[in-house]
Each structure stands twice: as C-alpha cells, then as structure tokens.
C-alpha cells in the first residue's frame, strides 16, 4: 500500500539550509509534493516534481527525487524565521482520480 | 479574489450532536475534497468528490457523511457516530485537468465537549 514517512522535526539557525527529507512507497507515483503549513491554517502548495525529473529548484528550494531509492528531498537555502512551519511531502497515488497520499509532516523550527 | 472558503473556523460541539462544517470554492473546480488532521499525523481523506452529484468514501468516512448539490459547496457532517472527532478539518479542490496542485481551504477546528 503507499506510505510516505518523514522525520517529525528539525531546528536549524537563521540563514543556514534546511534539508527535509521523505521517504515514499508508490513506485508509480506520477508526482510528487511539498506542502506548506503555517500555525492554524490550511496547506500551501510550495513546489512539487514530476516522477520523471531528478532534481527541480525554484528560488531558495531544491527539490531531489531518487526514484531508485523512493526518497525526496526539500532544500531550503539561507532558511528565516517566516520559514517555521509544519512541511508535509505527498504523492499523487495511482488510482482512477488524484489521492494525495501525506507524510506525517516535519516541524521546522528556525532560531535567530 | 478565487479561492476556498471554510466556516466556521472554530467549531464547538457537545457529545451525541451532529455538526455540519462548510466548505465553498469559487474556482470552478470540479474536484473537491475532505480531510482530518490530528497532531503528528499526516492529513487522512474523509470523503472526495469528482463531479457535482457524486462522492465516494476515502480512507476514513465511518462517522461522517457529505453532499455535492452545487459545484461550488462541499459540506461535511460530522455525525454522533464518530467516535472521536475532535480534529482540524480540510477542505481541498481541484481542477481536474491541471493534475498538480489541491487547493485548501484555512480549515475548521472541531472539538467535542
């Protein structure tokens, strides 16, 4: 069945990377997702990878997929204070519509 | 401005009442979509829909019940029958033809006294 895991925390420094890292189990995932959650509200989209691709960046953000490994990576570089949130990875399941499937999501807490 | 509205934000219920959690989507979405979210876990599906007048079960729909009349509504009712439905709900959408992004909705936090 699909399962997708993630560590439940990380803390770094102000202006360091960050590196959430997820492991998933659908090999026929079409793509795959990083979510956004800020405290009390909904998920935002931050940037996702199509199952073809290795690597994907987008302004601070890096994405790394190694579909041999089924591991995706999320890098943010010179990480703020505004990137504190919870960060949930997805996959898109391979059913007739789109389930996205969530990891339990990672808390990251950034420090001055 | 487009987007998903979800109300209340903050809902309080007595144990053995039936709740109704709205959610509204002015995207002209056809897909829309529920989840629940307790802490330290991943968001699980309720109930999703593909088109007005059809829905189908998620992973979790034992407890709930939902309707699609309009494009643009999708409520959920939380039942006495859910046996523990203090959460944080969800309310996604989709367009079906762009398979990249759900949209949420801010969400409801429901808990039982």
């Known amino acids: 069945g699909e399962d997708v895991e993630q560590s439940l925390f990380l803390s770094v420094r102000e202006g360091d990377s960050s590196v959430i890292n997820c492991t998933y189990t659908?090999?026929?995932?079409?793509?795959l997702y990083w979510y956004k959650q800020e405290p009390g509200a909904g998920l935002q989209l931050l940037t996702y990878?199509?199952?073809?691709?290795d690597m994907k960046q987008d302004q601070r953000l890096t994405v790394l997929l190694n579909k041999k490994d089924k591991h995706l990576s999320l890098r943010i570089a010179d990480t703020q204070t505004g990137d504190s949130a919870i960060y949930f990875c997805?996959?898109?399941?391979?059913?007739?519509?789109?389930?996205?499937?969530f990891g339990t999501g990672t808390r990251l807490l950034v420090s001055p | 401005d487009g987007g998903i509205t979800q109300s209340p934000k903050y809902l309080f219920r007595k144990e053995g009442q039936n709740v109704t959690l709205s959610c509204e989507q002015n995207?002209?979405?056809?897909?829309m979509y529920w989840y629940r979210q307790d802490p330290g876990q991943g968001l699980r599906l309720i109930y999703y829909s593909q088109i007005v007048n059809d829905f189908q079960k998620g992973d979790i729909a034992e407890g709930y019940s939902v309707s699609r009349e309009k494009k643009e509504s999708f409520p959920l009712t939380v039942t006495s029958a859910q046996k523990n439905p203090t959460a944080f709900y969800l309310c996604?959408?989709?367009?079906?033809?762009?398979?990249?992004?759900?949209?949420f909705g801010p969400g409801t936090r429901l808990t039982v006294l």
């Open positions: 659908d090999s026929s995932s079409t793509y």
């Open positions: 996604a959408s989709m367009d079906r033809a762009v398979y990249n992004e759900q949209f």
């Open positions: 995207l002209n979405h056809d897909a």
């Open positions: 990878i199509f199952s073809n691709m």
């Open positions: 997805a996959e898109s399941a391979n059913t007739g519509f789109q389930k996205l499937v």
